[in-house]
């Protein structure tokens, strides 16, 4: 299994920048697939970004595209999220998730079954 630890988030006025970590351990990552989600209070978990691990394209939502950049350092097995130009309808907890690639649709929560704890983004009007 795959072990996920989130860090970054914090409280940010509109028009800041965060810059989300999410650092693996426990086996490779060469097969999986990993992405972001987000759960606002009252709303259900919606999808952010994902990425294949070992290469090849990204995929993000419409609501964030051209703002977000979804990266990973695989010397560090480490995923990021470089969040650009945030608004407060991006309020959300975070939580980064990875799957293996082949299982189901890069933005269905059902396709991951690793998930970190979450970490908190407020983003101020």
């Known amino acids: 299994q795959v072990q996920l630890v989130e860090s970054g988030g914090g409280l940010v006025q509109a028009g800041g920048s965060l810059r989300l970590s999410c650092a693996a351990s426990?086996?490779?990552?060469?097969?999986?697939?990993m992405g972001w989600f987000r759960q606002a209070p009252g709303k259900e978990r919606e999808f952010v970004a994902a990425?294949?691990?070992?290469?090849?394209?990204?995929y993000y939502a419409d609501s964030v595209k051209g703002r977000f950049t979804i990266s990973r350092d695989i010397a560090k097995n480490t995923m990021f999220l470089q969040m650009n130009s945030l608004k407060p309808e991006d309020t959300a907890v975070y939580y980064c998730?990875?799957?293996?690639?082949?299982?189901?649709?890069?933005?269905?929560?059902?396709?991951?079954?690793?998930w970190g704890q979450g970490t908190q983004v407020t983003v101020s009007s």
């Open positions: 426990g086996r490779t990552l060469s097969s999986y697939r």
């Open positions: 998730a990875g799957g293996l690639f082949y299982r189901g649709a890069y933005d269905y929560t059902a396709s991951y079954d690793q």
């Open positions: 990425m294949r691990w070992s290469g090849g394209g990204t």
